[in-house]
């Protein structure tokens, strides 16, 4: 939902609206009371005291995972004039079909099995030229084969349809990295794999 009202917002605001998002923590409660007060007096509604959890860094992340690839870019690079820190802390916790070059091979098959034939050759057509030889190294030759026939055959399509093919190719890699059954090799540091 976040994504959408983002997209949703004027270009010129969007940054700015996630540069606040981004760096809101925690809520003491004093605030957290006044702001109850006024909306039981305009709406009749309590939200809970307390701590409340709202924004972050995270949660910025996870909404531009979500929002489609033109306007992540558009506030990316609004947001890297603006505060390159911020834009750089961001860009690391987001993962983008780009970001499949850093997957391992055994992981890339596991999710090869899950992403049905068209989806990846949508998301292939406009996939760089290492992260597509990533992708078909990991097939078997007649899987490789059909893929760029297909790819060949289906003529110009639109790069939303491309962009939406890859976000489906993303989310599938999430959930299996957050089962564990993938690994995406994230700048600064190695795991150990002991066998």
């Known amino acids: 939902m976040a994504s959408i009202v983002l997209s949703a917002l004027p270009q010129e605001i969007r940054a700015d609206v996630v540069l606040r998002i981004a760096s809101m923590d ?27 959890f709202a924004g972050g860094v995270k949660e910025v992340a996870e909404i531009l995972n979500s929002i489609d690839r033109g306007t992540e870019k558009s506030i990316m690079a609004e947001l890297e004039e603006r505060d390159p820190e911020l834009a750089d802390e961001i860009a690391r916790l987001m993962f983008t079909f780009d970001d499949l070059i850093h997957v391992d091979d055994s992981g890339i098959q596991k999710a090869l099995r899950e992403i049905e034939q068209r ?25 490789r084969e059909m893929i760029k026939e297909e790819m060949e055959y289906m003529g110009p399509v639109r790069l939303r349809t491309v962009e939406e093919a890859q976000q489906k190719i993303v989310s599938v890699i999430r959930r299996l990295e957050e089962s564990g059954d993938v690994v995406i090799s994230r700048g600064g540091g190695t795991d150990e794999i002991v066998v």
């Open 26 to 52: 925690r809520t003491p409660p004093e605030i957290v009371r006044e702001v109850e007060r006024v909306l039981e007096r305009k709406m009749a509604s309590v939200f809970s005291q307390g701590f409340t």
């Open 119 to 143: 989806d990846l050759a949508l998301a292939l057509k406009t996939a760089n030229e290492d992260l597509s030889e990533k992708i078909l190294h990991n097939m078997s030759e007649r899987a």
